[in-house]
């Protein structure tokens, strides 16, 4: 096995907390909108082919706002992570399969999927509520 020049062990829960602040900041200046505006944001979602858009657009913009925070304290990982994955999934292949978009425009998705994902399987770390 390869010697590592450092040890990593101290540093996990500070790696997970960090992963999660991000994370949280980031769907938060992005459900913050979609929150303030339901009939706004519903509209985009038929817009985007989603239909109807009250149905897809409120349970995001609920998630993106109020998921977020539970992301940053570390709360309800298990069930929230999971929703975020789904959430970015979903993003993903419509992005993938519906539009034109450029791997550059979706591959943002792919990685707070992977966030996700990392955070279900390996839960809030220590530095949580």
Avoid: C
């Amino acid at each position: 096995m390869m010697q590592l020049l450092f040890s990593v062990d101290p540093f996990p829960d500070l790696a997970l907390l960090t992963a999660r602040v991000i994370f949280s900041i980031t769907f938060l200046y992005y459900g913050w909108p979609k929150i303030k505006d339901l009939k706004a944001n519903a509209q985009d979602f038929v817009k985007m082919g989603f239909k109807p858009g009250w149905l897809w657009g409120t349970p995001v913009a609920l998630l993106e706002t109020f998921g977020s925070l539970f992301i940053a304290a570390g709360i309800a990982i298990p069930i929230i992570a999971p929703l975020f994955a789904i959430h970015m999934a979903t993003g993903t292949i419509w992005k993938i399969t519906k539009t034109d978009k450029p791997f550059t425009d979706w591959s943002y998705d792919l990685l707070l999927l992977s966030i996700a994902l990392l955070l279900a399987a390996f839960g809030p770390g220590s530095y949580a509520l």
